[in-house]
RNA sequence: GGGCACGUAGAUCAGCGGAAGAUCGCUGCUUUCGCAAAGCAGAGGUCGGGGGUUCAAAUCCCCCCGUGUCCA
């Protein structure tokens, strides 16, 4: 960045000077005599016990200060966005003011909510976690106060002048900062691809905000100036809050009396914590994540089990439902939305804390049964034992440790070596939103006229070729629906062409044909939509917001969309939620949802600005991801359940038919995927069940009720014919041990070992079980040929202490050009196909003679 | 999304290349007026599924499926 960027009119016009930090080295501007800039570690925290601002604000009235200020000069305050940033999928949380709008409105395809604007955005980091309750001035969830400007080459709204302008006015003036306290740093924000200069602001040793401003694009080695540029500020609402109070850290400051609780019963860190993680939990669960083992579920269940594990190991600690209760009813004042299901929450919460008691039981047993293999065996639980558990069966070393008797003590650097476990994971591949093939249109050709968001049903429309570019062609105005929002493309003819494929494109809606379009620019042509498809993907779409609504009422308002997908043939709905659906919630969700069919509600589509829609129905609007823009679409069925969406829907809710679920699975923890079908496709559904039963039925030979009985009936005769035919085999086997007994040739008795020799029609399995037979008394050796698969089985069984079975058939086995081996006790070896297996049988016998006799036989016991 | 661990009798688990085991539960017998209990006997296993290596696989390798857990 050259020095330039940061030279300000603003900061000549006020007097600052620029200046190099004398320990840093960065370079800053002040109005003061600084040598270094005011942000630790470059000088000390100066408002500890003499806060920097005027007077003292608690959380809420420092929010609403920051704010009003920002209103008063013309920025329009937006709601908070969603802590899970589900509208991306380059990330799981909102981590900064900045992801609200990004990728759609930073890109400039779709206008922000208002502009300027400001916004307290709670946002999550988890990469600070251990230092929460620590540094006094981490949390794993804190807001991030901005205002944000985006200016266009024909729309200029602000820059760097004015936000830094604006920022000094709100310490100086507003919060009575001394003006020649503060520093503003000049440091490089590059992330995403884009660039620019930043100024980061300090005071008294508290870095207070940042102010980017991004500018550039980077492309290669040079840079590029973006088309549009944004003022991305973030301004810490607790550290304002702490700099006013200049309490000896944050927590007292934003926590106050809730921290003080906590302190009565734990020690400042882990009081800390608790409370921090009680916030976060609240927004996370009141958001929608459902706590679980992976992606953004895994941060919630870590926060919920670190809080568990604090108040397990503390005498007298409070129960976890209060302590949230707590927090929550305190976020509440400012977001009224966190707290209003207070009781779902507690069961989550309750889901959570009992699973992870099993967990933690399960692990116990595990480790106490290892800990006694392991003394039995000479050996002792090392450390790396306790961090295979840790990373395996998630006990604590701490809990671990409790279970074996001589433990190693717990590494210093544990949960380092831990890390270094997962050093060599390849990374979660982001992939970008794929724009499959799409070309490029140039930004002179106007923007479609979207129609189906008003009209659904009209499907035969006339419009104006705009552009053409191989067989993709857009209008001036369409009713095809683009893919989006789970739900697929329309299809249908453009003149006399099939459209195979509609996408978005920007403010085009390009239809992909099935051969190079033959328009010119400026035909009018006639577009007609394939209506059997049309009406069973609207029927579709709305059946999910009716499932989703039902899933909600049924389950708990914990319930959020985390995924869907409109086909012509079924539909699917992703949702969260902590435990399989049992059979009768199903069930009620089928009735009631059907029921709402047959009310025949009618669904409003229809747009209304953000502020007022998110007022009037909350942040459940943003089922399927947060949508920017100042004008939400919103798809309200009447009394039931309200979306921002942008499908095609039908108009009453009679109109979907009927709704059958078809299949329900857990696709992974703490997510239930429902398919089901509405319309001609549920009955055709409903049809194929019942031709499937009747057909089963029949099969059968019995009336479709009587199924199950049948079933039953069949599944005991097969278990019986299976055990009438073991015991024949076992009979089979008997005779065959009986025949071979009675045999004079078979039996030669050596001293206290009798051997049995005999050839039989078996394979190897059945060689097995006869030798058992025949070597149930102590003493006996049986030799055993059989075959399989055309090749010769030789079998030796051995109860004698003087017949190794395994030596007598590596005597044997070369005989029959044999392989093979076992133990003393049993031993085989399967020969070459055609090879001798009469003189395999006698080598083995001459072998088991030798060795039986060597061990002084009774004399004239062997015969010639 | 990735790493690791796990999947064996109804339950909890052992076995980790050579003849499928333990404990509890279950059934029967003995003892008892009966129960509890004890003793004896017995039933109960496609060792998650599919491929492969091997003379031989619950055991080793690969691919699925399921579960748990850690990490992003």
Redesign the pocket.
């Known amino acids: 960045m050259e020095d330039a960027e940061y030279d300000l009119a603003f900061f000549h016009r006020a007097g600052f000077r620029r200046r190099a930090c004398t320990v840093c080295g960065a370079a800053f501007w002040t109005l003061g005599d600084h040598d270094r800039c005011q942000e630790a570690p470059c000088r000390d925290y100066g408002f500890l016990g003499r806060p920097g601002f005027a007077r003292a604000y608690e959380t809420h009235a420092m929010r609403e200060a920051y704010l009003r200020y920002f209103e008063q000069r013309g920025h329009a305050r937006v709601r908070r966005y969603p802590t899970v940033a589900r509208w991306r999928n380059d990330v799981f949380f909102t981590q900064a003011s900045i992801y609200d709008f990004q990728p759609w409105v930073t890109s400039g395809a779709i206008p922000p909510p208002a502009n300027p604007l400001t916004i307290s955005q709670p946002v999550l980091r988890?990469i600070d976690l251990e230092e929460v309750g620590r540094s006094g001035r981490h949390f794993t969830l804190f807001e991030m106060m901005a205002h944000h400007a985006f200016n266009r080459p024909d729309h200029e709204v602000y820059f760097k002048d004015r936000t830094v302008e604006l920022c000094h006015g709100l310490l100086t003036e507003e919060l009575g900062a001394d003006p020649t306290g503060i520093t503003y740093k000049e440091e490089v924000w590059e992330g995403g691809g884009n660039l620019g200069p930043s100024l980061s602001v300090g005071l008294l040793g508290l870095e207070l905000a940042t102010l980017v401003f991004m500018e550039y694009v980077r492309d290669g080695t040079s840079l590029r100036p973006m088309p549009l540029t944004v003022v991305d500020t973030g301004y810490g609402l607790e550290r304002f809050a702490w700099m006013s109070q200049g309490t000896n850290t944050a927590y007292e400051a934003v926590f106050g009396r809730e921290y003080e609780e906590l302190r009565r019963t734990f020690p400042p860190r882990e009081a800390a914590i608790l409370i921090d993680h009680a916030r976060a939990i609240n927004f996370l669960l009141t958001d929608g994540v459902v706590p679980s083992?992976?992606?953004e579920g895994?941060f919630a269940?870590?926060l919920l089990?670190r809080s568990i594990r604090i108040l397990q190991r503390t005498p007298e600690a409070p129960e976890l439902s209060a302590i949230l209760d707590a927090s929550a009813r305190e976020i509440a004042r400012a977001f009224p939305e966190v707290g209003e299901h207070r009781d779902d929450l507690h069961r989550v919460v309750a889901a959570e804390a009992e699973?992870?008691a099993e967990?933690i039981e399960?692990a116990r047993?595990?480790i106490r049964?290892y800990d006694e293999?392991t003394r039995a065996g000479g050996g002792r639980v090392t450390e790396d034992d306790l961090i295979?558990w840790?990373?395996?069966?998630?006990i604590p070393p701490d809990l671990a440790v409790e279970e074996v008797r001589d433990p190693p003590p717990i590494p210093d650097d544990f949960?380092a070596r831990?890390?270094t476990?997962?050093e060599?994971?390849?990374?979660?591949?982001e992939y970008a939103e794929v724009v499959e093939g799409l070309p490029d249109v140039p930004g002179t050709v106007p923007a479609t006229e979207v129609l189906y968001y008003l009209d659904p049903y009209t499907l035969a429309f006339e419009a104006h070729v705009v552009w053409v570019g191989g067989p993709f062609v857009a209008l001036d105005r369409t009713y095809f629906y683009p893919t989006g929002g789970g739900q697929v493309t329309d299809t249908g003819q453009l003149g006399d062409l099939a459209v195979v494929d509609v996408a978005r494109r920007g403010p085009w809606i390009l239809h992909r044909l099935e051969r190079p379009a033959p328009f010119a620019v400026g035909e009018r042509v006639r577009g007609r939509i394939d209506r059997p498809r049309r009406v069973q993907l609207m029927q579709h779409h709305t059946a999910t917001h009716l499932l989703n609504g039902a899933l909600r009422e049924v389950l708990g308002p914990h319930v959020w969309q985390a995924g869907a997908y409109k086909g012509p043939e079924a539909a699917r709905i992703d949702i969260t939620h902590y435990k399989p659906l049992s059979r009768d919630e199903l069930r009620r969700v089928e009735r009631r949802v059907n029921e709402i069919v047959r009310e025949d509600r009618p669904v409003k589509s229809y747009f209304e600005g953000r502020s007022a829609a998110e007022r009037r129905f909350g942040f459940t609007l943003y089922q399927g991801g947060a949508v920017p823009g100042k004008e939400l679409r919103i798809v309200e069925v009447e009394g039931f359940d309200v979306e921002a969406c942008g499908g095609t829907h039908c108009t009453h809710t009679s109109e979907v038919g009927a709704i059958a679920i078809s299949d329900v699975?857990?696709?992974?923890?703490g997510i239930v995927r429902l398919t089901y079908s509405s319309g001609e496709r549920a009955l055709d559904l409903r049809d194929e069940h019942e031709e499937i039963l009747k057909e089963a039925a029949r099969r059968l030979g019995v009336p479709v009720p009587q199924l199950p009985d049948g079933i039953d009936r069949l599944l005991g005769e097969i278990?019986e014919s299976r055990?009438r035919a073991?015991a024949r085999r076992k009979e089979d086997l008997g005779a065959t041990a009986a025949r071979l007994l009675s045999d004079p040739t078979v039996a030669e008795t050596l001293g206290a070992t009798t051997l049995l020799t005999g050839q039989v029609d078996l394979g190897r399995a059945e060689l097995?079980e006869l030798?058992?037979l025949l070597?149930k008394a102590p003493g006996r050796v049986?030799i055993l040929a059989g075959e399989e698969d055309g090749r010769g089985v030789l079998f030796v069984?051995?109860?004698s202490p003087q017949v190794a079975a395994n030596e007598v058939v590596r005597a044997a086995a070369p005989a029959f050009d044999g392989?093979?081996?076992?133990?003393p006790?049993?031993?085989?070896?399967?020969g070459e196909p055609g090879a001798p297996l009469a003189h395999a049988l006698r080598a083995a016998r001459e072998s088991a003679r030798r060795a039986a006799g060597a061990d002084g036989g009774a004399p004239g016991a062997a015969r010639p």
Not at 424 to 429: I, K, L, M, V
Not at 825 to 830: G, R
């Open positions: 988890f083992n992976s992606k895994y269940r870590l089990r699973r992870f967990s399960r047993a595990m049964r293999r295979q840790y990373d395996s069966l998630g949960y831990v890390a476990r997962h060599s994971e390849r990374p979660a591949t699975e857990r696709i992974q923890d278990e055990q073991r097995m030798s058992r070597t049986a069984g051995s109860t392989k093979g081996g076992g133990n006790a049993a031993a085989t070896a399967v």
